[in-house]
């Protein structure tokens, strides 16, 4: 039910830019992609992780129509300005900067980045709550960085301008407008 609600507002403010082309940067398996085609398939989609294995399981598995790029966010392999709508969702929490690859999201887009990562503290509560790394105190050992709202918003408005900035508990999301 979370996901279902965190996905569909992913898919309204996909909708909502009138993007052609969507890259989502950190796509993992797929499984956004997966979503976003069944429902939007008139996008062009382009996926690219740091894991190769994760697309090569999420190409055979899930049922999308999709190119599929081994990439580093810090370096990606595309010019500036190359897509409408730059998506990463779930994924900066997990880099030691960041702001680096904020920068390199807002290069490639045209016009649109769509970011989220887990609403600190409301995450760890929830993980918490489920019983879910207990020993750490909810706080996912993958996740290098914990934002709270005010600091993803500081840190985004250095790059891009805010358009839309909400919880999906427990996610934010924020829909950016590069500057030009």
Known sequence: MLLGRFQKKIRELVQQTDASAVLDVGCG???GIEHLNKHLPHVTYVGGDFSA?????????????ATLINMDIHHLPF???CFPLVMC????????????????????????ILLSTPHEPWFRGANLMRGKHKRALGNDPEHLQNFTGRALRRMVDSTIDILWHRYVFPWQIILGRKRN
């Open 89 to 112: 969702l779930e994924v900066i929490e997990h880099l030691p900067a960041p702001v680096i690859a904020l920068q390199e999201l807002a290069r490639v887009s045209a016009e649109y």
């Open 79 to 81: 010019s500036n300005n």
């Open 53 to 65: 294995e994760a697309m090569m399981w999420g190409s055979t598995n899930l049922n999308y129509c």
């Open 29 to 31: 398996e797929g499984f």
